[in-house]
């Protein structure tokens, strides 16, 4: 990192629990080119005085909302307190990037105060990233240079490739981020096979994923999940579905899958911009496979099947197939989804001890699955005994705990092997 120079500010107060966020942002490398600059609302802060409470948050989204639409495609950020959000802009230089900022600092103002003075526009070169805060200095948005780079920035210009971040890590503008409670989450995902059960063929990878807080580094539990707001929910969807695809061209040396499973709630589908976001998203998939992409709606049974339809049927153009995942999986609740336009249902194996617990959980669950679709997806089956159970029951798709068995030899698999 940069050594801090004397005439910078004193360090910039951090949210306690992005330790573990700041490191996509301390690279020595980003610092000392200029890539990394914060946005500072306090001006928005100071105009709207006592209301700023009440306030808060509603700035906090459209900020969120803003900066993903117009960030570049290498572009990241992270809200580290109340007034500051780091901005890295990996491809572009020091005073582009600068320049950048200061225009979406000045739009972001613009719809909140109407207009901005010159003393509004407080953006600030990130120096340094340590356990004391963001060492930071003060941009001078008359800057000669930064003028020059905002001409820049509406010129045609190649971008060359950038060199992944030195963790090695996959970063991406999803995630980690700050949650509307303030706390960092994030989001990460496995790429685990499905298999069609009567031949036991791969039909392609679904998207296991798990949401972090990163101050406690426990999962959210269900019930958190829930009741995360919107806008919170479609960012775990988006990062989820940006770490799946990172995965699959991390594996480009291998064939194509058939297929892609993306998990997306109803909640992210159900508004405009969320929609178009996630449509988008699925035509990148649509690209690293052969046949196309499995819709998985998530937690259908929370939702009337009238709006479940409604969202099919805005999906559906995009998809494959459209399979609604139950976690409530009781009987009663997977009946209450007939109508509900799906074509498929998925639900988590409870993978009772023995064999037998197993066909009287799955026996009932998947009879008032086939009233409602015709395909049945199975994950978390315990071994491939379980997979025998689960295709005579009825079972269409499944996912094995333990798939390299399955992976090592795919044209023998049929057989099941001898092993439990």
């Not at 905002?150 to 980690?176: K, L």
């Not at 959210?220 to 707001?229: G, S």
């Not at 997977?334 to 639900?347: C, D, E, P, R, S």
Request: aromatic residues 4%; charged residues 20%; contains cysteine.
């Amino acid at each position: 990192m940069r050594s801090e120079p004397e005439h910078s500010e004193p360090p910039r107060i951090v949210s306690p629990g992005l330790e573990t966020a700041l490191e996509h942002f301390a690279s020595s490398e980003l610092l000392a080119a200029g890539k990394v600059n914060i946005i500072a609302l306090d001006a928005v802060v100071e105009r709207f005085g006592g209301r700023w409470t009440m306030r808060r948050e509603q700035v906090h989204a459209h900020v969120h909302a803003y900066l993903d639409r117009h960030l570049t495609d290498q572009g990241y950020y992270l809200r580290t307190s109340d007034t500051d959000t780091l901005i890295c802009l990996p491809d572009m230089v020091r005073h582009a990037a600068q320049a950048t900022c200061l225009r979406y600092l000045r739009d972001i103002l613009g719809h909140f105060l109407g207009e901005s003075q010159l003393g509004d526009l407080r953006i600030h070169e990130v120096l340094a990233i340590s356990g004391d805060g963001v060492v930071a200095q003060r941009v001078d948005p008359m800057d000669p240079r930064v003028i020059a780079g905002a001409a820049a920035q509406s010129a045609p210009r190649i971008i060359a490739p950038e060199a992944p971040p030195p963790s090695g890590r996959a970063v991406h503008q999803w995630t980690p981020f700050v949650s509307a409670s303030g706390r960092a989450v994030q989001v990460s995902c496995e790429l685990e096979p499905v298999y069609e059960l009567r031949g036991l063929s791969r039909i392609g990878v679904r998207l296991l994923r798990t949401s972090t807080y990163l101050d406690e580094g426990r999962d959210l539990t269900p019930e958190e999940y829930a009741a995360l707001p919107q806008r919170d929910i479609l960012r775990i969807d988006l990062a989820t579905i940006s770490a799946g695809l990172a995965g699959l061209k991390a594996e480009a040396g291998r064939s194509k899958d058939p297929s892609i499973i993306l998990p997306v709630s109803v909640a992210s589908l159900s508004n405009l911009d969320g929609r178009a976001q996630i449509v988008s998203a699925f035509k990148e998939a649509r690209e690293l496979v052969d046949k196309g992409v499995i819709c998985q709606l998530c937690e259908v049974e929370l939702v009337p099947p009238s709006i479940v339809l409604a969202t099919t049927a805005l999906i559906r153009p995009f998809s494959l197939l459209v399979v609604g995942q139950v976690k409530d999986c009781t009987p009663h609740r997977i009946q209450q989804l007939k109508g509900a336009g799906l074509q498929g249902l998925a639900f988590d194996c409870a993978t009772p001890p023995t064999d037998a617990e197993f066909v009287v959980w799955a026996r009932p669950r998947i009879a008032a699955a086939h009233s409602v679709a015709k395909s049945l997806l199975l994950y978390g089956l315990a071994s491939t005994a379980q997979a025998r159970l689960a295709a005579a029951l009825g079972v269409s798709h499944a996912a094995i705990r333990r798939p390299r068995r399955l992976e090592a030899a795919p044209r023998e698999a049929a057989r099941l092997e001898a092993a439990p």
